[in-house]
């Protein structure tokens, strides 16, 4: 006797997901023969909100939570200041909004970090 694979098998049908303040709301569906089988809601906090703002030769400028943050390479990371251009271009915002990676200079920052230092302006800042 032989089953159709699909008769086996279940898989999600329907993934739908959205954005709203501080969290990210993502469902699934599974069918089996035109029933709901299960139905996972999976809920994911994140820190911050963050988005690049601009990338130049001598500084990062990120929009952390509706607010601009700026700061030299030479103040954020040694490493960061000294790698080419092309490498710190190629930025990875985790998922979650805690962090940022480097891939092609296995360098990382907190944005807790970031908004720390470079949060607030300060008399005496460039």
């Keep these: 006797m032989t089953f159709p694979l699909r008769s086996l098998t279940t ?15 993502i469902s699934m569906n599974f069918w089996r ?4 089988l299960k139905e996972y809601n ?5 820190n911050h909100h963050v988005t690049i703002e601009s990338v130049s030769e ?12 700026s700061a030299e390479w030479k103040k954020l990371s ?9 490498a710190r271009e190629s930025i990875v915002i985790s998922p979650a909004g ?6 092609l200079i296995d360098e ?10 470079f949060g607030e302006e300060r008399p005496g800042r460039g």
């Design 33 to 36: 023969r035109g029933k709901i």
């Design 11 to 25: 898989y999600p049908r329907q993934i739908s997901g959205s954005y709203a303040g501080h969290c990210w709301t």
């Design 108 to 117: 990382d920052l907190s944005i807790d970090g970031i908004l720390r230092d």
């Design 98 to 103: 805690y962090g940022l990676h480097w891939p």
């Design 58 to 69: 001598d500084r990062l400028t990120l929009q952390i939570d509706g607010k601009i943050v």
């Design 42 to 46: 999976l809920m994911i906090e994140t």
């Design 78 to 86: 040694e490493r960061l200041a000294k790698a080419p251009r092309v």
